[in-house]
């Protein structure tokens, strides 16, 4: 049981290492389970923990129509300034020296839901990197877009993992 549980728990302290030890998350949002499966193939390459920035309320398939302009989506993404709600944040996130923020890319930046996850979070000192997946576009805009939002963070390499 004990194991259960600390297998399943998000971002949980379930590796024992030595306490200069780098360590490595990688947070991810999904909305339809292709990120999901690029973070869980990262993770287990970085040798890192994951953890899932999950909505508060699920997108559904007519929230993610992007030709739908009253789409919940849409309308996200129209409002920069927008933060959706996420289910939790990460209680242990100062044990991480590397952060791995992986979506999906929508209208060819990162979802407003990866704004709230850093602004949730204290990042600093902390090195990040971006991933995503996509139809198509490539990662380096969504990366740059990061990058100028939130310029006091130190933001390393980024991979499209399509
Ligand atoms: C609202 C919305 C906007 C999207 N915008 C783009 C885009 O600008 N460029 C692109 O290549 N793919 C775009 N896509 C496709 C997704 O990035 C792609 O299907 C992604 O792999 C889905 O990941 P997920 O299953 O983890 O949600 C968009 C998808 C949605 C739902």
Redesign the pocket.
């Known amino acids: 049981m004990v194991a259960v549980l600390i297998g399943t728990t998000a971002c949980a302290q379930n590796r024992k290492e030595n306490k200069n030890m780098k360590r490595t998350l990688v947070a991810y949002f999904?909305?339809?389970?292709?990120?999901?499966a690029a973070a869980q193939k990262l993770a287990k390459e970085k040798n890192a923990d994951l953890f899932e920035i999950a909505p508060d309320v699920p997108y559904t398939s007519a929230d993610?129509d992007?030709r739908d302009k009253q789409s919940r989506?849409?309308k996200e993404?129209n409002d920069k300034s927008f933060r959706p709600a996420i289910k939790g944040t990460c209680p242990n996130i100062a044990d991480y020296d590397t952060i791995w923020i992986g979506f999906?890319?929508?209208?060819?930046t990162a979802p407003t839901i990866i704004n709230t996850f850093i602004e949730a979070h204290d990042l600093s000192g902390k090195t990040l990197c971006v991933f995503a997946?996509?139809?198509?576009?490539g990662v380096s805009g969504s990366a740059k877009d990061l990058k100028n939002t939130y310029p006091h963070y130190t933001w390393g390499e980024s991979r499209l993992m399509n």
């Open positions: 999904s909305a339809t389970g292709t990120t999901r993610l992007w989506s849409t993404m999906p890319v929508w209208w060819y997946t996509s139809g198509g576009s």
